[in-house]
């Protein structure tokens, strides 16, 4: 079993929709949770960054945290085409090293 | 803020050539960097860990001998690839840990590597 679990997709919604995007984990020591966007050829962005469990929001993105179920989620908001791109979660235990999810390849259709 | 630049962005070597490739912090100072490999749609590989003065912390399976990592300064890691190969052409990415004192990672643009 991988330590964190995404499903790869691809997912394609209408412009608009609301995304909902999923990581599970099996290690209960990760305290550090992030959100990246990549698009292709390019490095991962920083989207959200959520230290324990809890919500946090930023603009038409929201990151939320459940600890207790192992489970993160990203939600993005009226999606636009510029969202389309490969989401990645990672977390961390406090050990600096990430561990990433495989990433999601979102596509947003106009 | 937090923003991390590579160079170069795309090389194209002969086999059997050595191949340098910098990353810098470029407004904040870092003394942990981290150097990945990514292949065509799969995630990213951590391949080690770079300090600020002292020898990197390879991950299991890569070899130390061939992917020189030096950390000479606080702005800067570099990521040697010798010998390189075929099989070695791949998507490098490097990240540099944030300024504060959690885990987030901020990372370059990456730099395409083929090997000819």
Known sequence: QKEVEQDPGPLSVPEGAIVSLNCTYSNSAFQYFMWYRQYSRKGPELLMYTYSSGNKEDGRFTAQVDKSSKYISLFIRDSQPSDSATYLCAMSGGAQKLVFGQGTRLTINP | ?116
């Open chain 2, 1 to 116: 803020g937090a923003v991390v630049s590579q160079h170069p962005s795309w090389v194209i070597c002969k086999s059997g050539t050595s191949v340098k490739i910098e990353c810098r912090s470029l407004d904040f100072q870092a003394t942990t960097m981290f150097w990945y490999r990514q292949f065509p749609k799969q995630s990213l590989m951590l391949m080690a860990t770079s300090n600020e003065g002292s020898k990197a912390t390879y991950e299991q399976g890569v070899e130390k001998d061939k992917f020189l990592i030096n950390h000479a300064s606080l702005t800067l890691s570099t990521l040697t690839v010798t010998s390189a190969h075929p099989e070695d052409s791949s998507f490098y990415i490097c990240s540099a840990r944030g300024p504060g004192d959690e885990d987030e990672q901020y990372f370059g643009p990456g730099t395409r590597l083929t090997v000819t």
